[in-house]
DNA sequence: TGTTTTTTAATACACATGTATTATTAAGAA
DNA sequence: TTCTTAATAATACATGTGTATTAAAAAACA
């Protein structure tokens, strides 16, 4: 019998020298032959694993919301709205490092998306699931009551999912100017003006 | 003497013609030839008004940033802060094709710019100038006393910053979830969490 | 009309790219 | 050890790219 290596997790090794690539020269560098190479393989053995360069990007895209989603529902919620609501947005925002690669590849292929009919389906798909986990939230404190009277659940879940996204940006295009504390210490005062202390 | 055109005018045609590009084929679907080919041109000509491809670029995303202020200038201002701020932030979001096309194009050189020092300066000078503006509107409102007493003027407006780009990415990345009017009303709804009436 | 100068067009060249093909290597079971 | 098969390496090819060079065309003034 052949040679047995771990096949997913060569290709998972694979997307990661294809993030790192991303960072570095951005989506327009990443030729399967500076892949290959940053992973320290050869042309040949990269096609064993993606057959097609498009296969390599749409699995390092999906392998970003992977490790998101993984990490998200390994949480400890305890029930705590305020709580259970800031440690499941911790998740979405470049904090440290390996969240910071994250942020920054996936805007990366956010844009991309626009003009790649490949990509698109898991954008779209990100952006719903993202909607409705803040909807959850929302639909929570007003369940809970521990929201103003006069809000719009609608709105403020939009809101809330443009104020996170948008300081996500911010933050991985300018992060001289709006560094990974001051976006953290934004969202909780936003979450300070929605959610009210009765 | 020599056939006259206007070079400045030609410039602005070439760099028409890459939003184009840009909007149907990414920025890494912008190349020389496709470029001239789209503004109806020889390579040759291309290369009368543009000498590298970097220079393309470049003009190309600072006409974005000039066409926006030259709109911003030309605001009739009344005087009403409600009315002012309305005007300003009309004007950097894409509620129309114009200010549609130049947000999407913004958006991409925007992220190309983290790894394309020669982009990086204007990126940074525009977020720069737009946090700059966001502040005189909340230094106003408080000045006019038309803000709830307890608010934080920085981190309200790296708040409206974060929450009207934000609102700029969804729309231009998922337009079928989160159309022109939407992110209007949610602009709207977030002034009239901020600014009070006495 | 003829002259001058800019603009335009055409071609060339070296290089990077995605993909395909072929030979070589390595590992595990008989 | 030997054999089988997957994994790896090397090479090839057509295409697109940025840039440079050279020839042709066009326009305005004398």
């Excluded at 360069?53 to 390994?74: G, H, P, T, W, Y």
């Excluded at 910071?100 to 698109?120: C, G, N």
Aim: proline residues 3%; hydrophobic residues 45%; glycine residues 4%.
């Amino acid at each position: 019998m052949p040679k047995i290596v771990n096949h997913d997790q060569r290709r998972e090794l694979l997307a990661e020298a294809a993030w790192r690539v991303i960072r570095r020269e951005g989506l327009e560098g990443v030729s399967v032959r500076r892949v290959a190479e940053e992973a320290g393989m050869s042309l040949g053995s990269l096609r064993h694993y993606f057959v097609t360069q498009s296969e390599l990007l749409a699995f390092s895209m999906q392998m970003v919301s992977d490790r998101v989603n993984q990490r998200i529902m390994k949480l400890a919620f305890n029930g705590n709205p305020r709580h259970d609501i800031e440690i499941v947005i911790r998740e979405l925002m470049p904090l440290d490092e390996e969240r910071r690669a994250e942020a920054e590849v996936w805007l990366a292929f956010s844009v991309r998306a626009q003009v790649d009919a490949a990509l698109k389906e898991l954008s779209q798909e990100v952006h719903g699931s993202l909607y409705d986990g803040f909807r959850k939230m929302i639909d929570m404190l007003v369940k809970m009551k521990l929201t103003p009277e006069d809000i719009d659940a609608e709105q403020e879940t939009k809101r809330l999912h443009a104020l996170v996204d948008g300081l996500v940006v911010h933050c991985v295009l300018n992060p001289e100017r709006l560094d990974s504390d001051e976006i953290w210490r934004i969202v909780m005062y936003h979450l300070d003006r929605i959610i009210v202390n009765r």
